[in-house]
C-alpha cells in the first residue's frame, strides 16, 4: 500500500487547459503539501493544508486552486494551463505542522504544450 | 527572507567519503533538514537537526552549526546507489511552519 499517492503520474495537454492532480495519504497524517519542482530541480512549497484547513498559501496564481474534502486528501486544479506550469508536482504529507519529516507521492509530471 | 546554498554537482568514487555542504539564513531557524532524491523519484528523508553537533545514522552523517548557519552531510563507504540528488531544506517559523529546500547537490558516484 503506497503512504502517499498521487495521480496521474503523467499528465500532457495544451495551453489554456484545466487539470486536476490528486493526492491521497494513508498515513493518518493531519498536515498535507503540495511542493512544484521545476527543470532545475528546485522544489518550491505552494500550498500547506492541516487538518482540511489552509496554512500556507505561498505566491501561487490564482489559476492554482487547492481543494482538502477531508484531512487524507489534497486536491490541486490547475486552471488555463500555461507553459511555466510544466514541472512535477509533489504532493506530501507529514504527522503535523511541527514534524518537518515529509512523506512525499511519486510526483506528477505535467506537461503544457 | 530565506536563503540555502549547496553545492551543484559533486563526483566522488566508490568507498569514498564525501561531504556535502549547506549554507543558509533564515528569518525563523527552527530545523535543518537533508533529503535524498534519486532521478525521476520522490525525495526521501534522511536526516534532522535542530541542536548543534552531528547525528549519526548509519553511513550517513549530518552536523549542524546554528550560530554559522552552516550544515553538512556527510556519506561514508559510498555506494553507487548513493548517486542522487541531496536536498538541504530549512523550517522557518518566521509566520508558520514551513520547509524551505534548496536546489539540490546532484552526486554522482563512480566505480
Known amino acids: 500500500d503506497t503512504a502517499v499517492s498521487q495521480t496521474p503520474k503523467y499528465l500532457v495537454t495544451q495551453m489554456g487547459n484545466d487539470k486536476s492532480i490528486k493526492c491521497e495519504q494513508n498515513?493518518?497524517?493531519?498536515?498535507m503539501y503540495w511542493y512544484k519542482q521545476d527543470s532545475k530541480k528546485f522544489l518550491k512549497i505552494m500550498f500547506s493544508y492541516n487538518n482540511k484547513e489552509l496554512i500556507i498559501n505561498e505566491t501561487v496564481p490564482n489559476r492554482f486552486s487547492p481543494k482538502s474534502p477531508d484531512k487524507a486528501h489534497l486536491n490541486l486544479h490547475i486552471n488555463s494551463l500555461e507553459l511555466g506550469d510544466s514541472a512535477v508536482y509533489f504532493c506530501?504529507?507529514?504527522?503535523?505542522?511541527?514534524?518537518?519529516?515529509?512523506?512525499f507521492g511519486e510526483g506528477s509530471r505535467l506537461t503544457v504544450l | 527572507g530565506q536563503n540555502i546554498d549547496q553545492p551543484t554537482e559533486m563526483t566522488a568514487t566508490e568507498g569514498a567519503i564525501v561531504q556535502i555542504n549547506c549554507t543558509y539564513q533564515t528569518s525563523g531557524f527552527n530545523g535543518l533538514f537533508w533529503y535524498q532524491q534519486h532521478a525521476g523519484e520522490a525525495p526521501t528523508f534522511l536526516s534532522y537537526?535542530?541542536?548543534?553537533g552531528l547525528e549519526e545514522k548509519g553511513r550517513f552523517s549530518s552536523f549542524l552549526s546554528r550560530s554559522k548557519g552552516y550544515s553538512y552531510l556527510l556519506l561514508k563507504e559510498l555506494q553507487m546507489k548513493d548517486s542522487a540528488s541531496y536536498l538541504c531544506a530549512v523550517r522557518d517559523r518566521f509566520i508558520t511552519d514551513k520547509l524551505i529546500f534548496g536546489t539540490g547537490t546532484r552526486l554522482q558516484v563512480f566505480p
Open positions: 498515513l493518518g497524517h493531519d498536515t
Open positions: 506530501a504529507s507529514s504527522q503535523d505542522v511541527n514534524t518537518g519529516e515529509l512523506f
Open positions: 537537526n535542530v541542536l548543534d
